[in-house]
């Protein structure tokens, strides 16, 4: 489940669902480089590829002129989001404090 769950009582209803994980993976990125990279995401709305601005833009003018940025990847959005992470992410780790495993999503894509 990709970025699910984000509260502990969303960590608690799939506990009560009978829905266990067999690993808890938590990418640690510093918040300034997760605003950049969700603020220069695009996605081209003919293919639904999803492009970045700054680490890999379209080759083609076309596509460049008509990709679309979501209503939600705005800086004020993406810090509002960021506070709500961080008001209940020790929580809900500490649910998966057994099957946690921490990575540095710093690294390059390959190292991930």
Do not use: W
Not at 86 to 99: M, Q, T
Request: aromatic content about 6%.
């Amino acid at each position: 489940l990709d970025g699910f769950p984000r509260t502990p009582a969303q960590a608690e209803a799939l506990a009560a669902a009978g829905i266990k994980a067999d690993c808890f993976l938590f990418l640690n990125v510093p918040d300034e480089i997760l605003v950049e990279r969700v603020v220069g995401r695009r996605t081209d709305p003919v293919t639904g590829k999803i492009y970045h601005m700054t680490f890999s833009p379209p080759d083609d003018e076309e596509v460049l002129a008509r990709l679309e940025q979501r209503s939600d990847d705005t800086e004020e959005k993406v810090k509002v989001r960021l506070e709500q992470f961080h008001a209940n992410v020790e929580a809900v780790k500490g649910s998966y404090s057994d099957i946690g495993v921490d990575i540095d999503g710093t690294a390059s894509p390959g190292e991930v």
